[in-house]
C-alpha cells in the first residue's frame, strides 16, 4: 500500500534517532525532501551537524541537531527534554547496533549498552512522544527492529532478542494507539548496506539480497499504515515467511550456519 499521504499528518516535524549514518540518515533524508523539520539524534555531532546544514540548504527545511549516547538513561531524558516543545508528529526511533558471533564470547558491557540503545531507548522515547502524539490528536512512531526479530538466531542470540523486544512492542503499541488515529510500524530490514556490517565483523562479500538504506526507507515510509511490523523487501519476506513455515529447529540450524559463514575471523 502507498500511504505517503499519511505523512501530511505527521508535519511538521519529524525526530530520528541514529540520523548519522544508514538507515537513519536515509530517514531524514527522504523525510526532509518530504518537508519535515527534523531533530537528529546521535553522538557524533560533526556527522550530524554536516547532515543538518546539507538537508537545510537543499530543501529549505530547519534541522536541530541532539548529540546524545543512548546507551545511558541521561541521554535518552536529554532527548526527552529537549524536544518538550517542540511539534513533533513523526518520531522514527531507529538508533541500534548489533553483536554476532557465539553468545559467551560476546562483551558483557556492550551487550547491555546494546539492550539499552535496542530496547529501553525506544521503550522511553515512546513513553515520552505518546501523550504528545495524542494531544496533538494524530502521529506515527517508526520503529527500526530487523528480520532478526522473527525468530531466535544463533550467533546473535542477544541482538535477535532485542529486536524481538522492539517488534512486540510495537505490536503492543499498535493495538494500543490504531484506535487513536496514532500509525505504529516497525519495519523488520534484512541485510542492508550499511556500516553496521563493518561494526559486527561481518564479511559483505558473503551477504546476498542486500538492500540499500534508501530502499528500505522508501518501503518503510510507504507502508506507514501497514503496521503493525512489515519486513522490507520482496526476497526478505519471501525467505522469512518460508523459513516460519519451517521446523523451528531446522530454520535456527539453517540461520545459524548462515550467519557464522559470514563471519570475519576474529583476533
Ligand atoms: N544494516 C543492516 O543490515 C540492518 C538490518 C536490520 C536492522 N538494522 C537496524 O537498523 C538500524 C540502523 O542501523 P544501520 O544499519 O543504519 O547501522 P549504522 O549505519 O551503524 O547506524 C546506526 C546508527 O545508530 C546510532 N547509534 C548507535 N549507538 C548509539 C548510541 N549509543 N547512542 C546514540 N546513537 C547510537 C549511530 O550513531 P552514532 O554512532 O553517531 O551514535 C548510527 O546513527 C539499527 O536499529 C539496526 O539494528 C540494520
Known amino acids: 500500500m502507498n500511504d505517503r499521504n499519511l505523512l501530511e499528518k505527521y508535519k511538521p516535524m519529524a525526530l530520528v534517532t541514529g540520523a548519522s549514518s544508514g538507515i537513519g540518515e536515509q530517514f531524514a533524508v527522504q523525510l526532509a525532501a518530504a518537508g519535515f523539520d527534523l531533530v537528529l539524534v546521535a553522538r557524533r555531532a560533526e556527522r550530524l551537524a554536516a547532515l543538518a546544514s546539507r538537508l537545510d540548504a537543499e530543501h529549505g527545511v530547519s534541522s536541530t541537531v541532539i548529540v546524545a549516547d543512548l546507551a545511558h538513561p541521561d541521554g535518552v531524558q536529554r532527548v526527552i527534554a529537549d524536544t518538550a516543545a517542540l511539534d513533533i508528529g513523526l518520531l522514527v526511533s531507529n538508533a541500534g547496533f548489533g553483536l554476532k558471533g557465539p553468545h559467551h564470547e ?9 539492550l ?11 513513553h515520552a512522544f505518546i501523550p504528545r502524539l495524542r494531544a496533538r490528536g494524530s502521529g506515527g512512531i517508526i520503529l527500526t527492529s530487523s528480520v532478526e526479530a522473527l525468530l531466535g538466531f544463533p550467533n546473535s542470540a542477544s541482538y535477535a532478542a532485542s529486536k524481538a523486544f522492539v517488534n512486540s512492542l510495537a505490536e503492543g503499541l499498535w493495538g494500543e494507539l490504531s484506535p487513536l488515529g496514532i500509525d505504529v510500524l516497525a519495519v523488520c530490514p534484512g541485510s542492508t548496506d550499511t556500516e553496521a556490517h563493518d561494526l559486527q565483523g561481518i564479511d559483505r562479500s558473503k551477504l546476498e539480497g542486500v538492500m540499500s538504506p534508501a530502499a528500505v526507507v522508501q518501503a518503510t515510509l510507504d507502508s506507514l499504515g501497514d503496521g503493525p511490523t512489515f519486513i522490507a523487501g520482496a526476497q526478505n519476506e519471501e525467505m522469512f515467511t518460508a523459513m516460519a513455515a519451517m521446523p523451528r529447529r531446522d530454520a535456527l540450524m539453517l540461520l545459524g550456519d548462515a550467519i557464522r559463514q559470514s563471519l570475519l575471523p576474529r583476533d
Open 106 to 114: 560476546n562483551d558483557p558491557g556492550q551487550m547491555s549498552d546494546m
Open 116 to 126: 539499552m540503545v535496542n530496547c529501553h531507548a525506544p521503550m522511553l522515547l515512546t
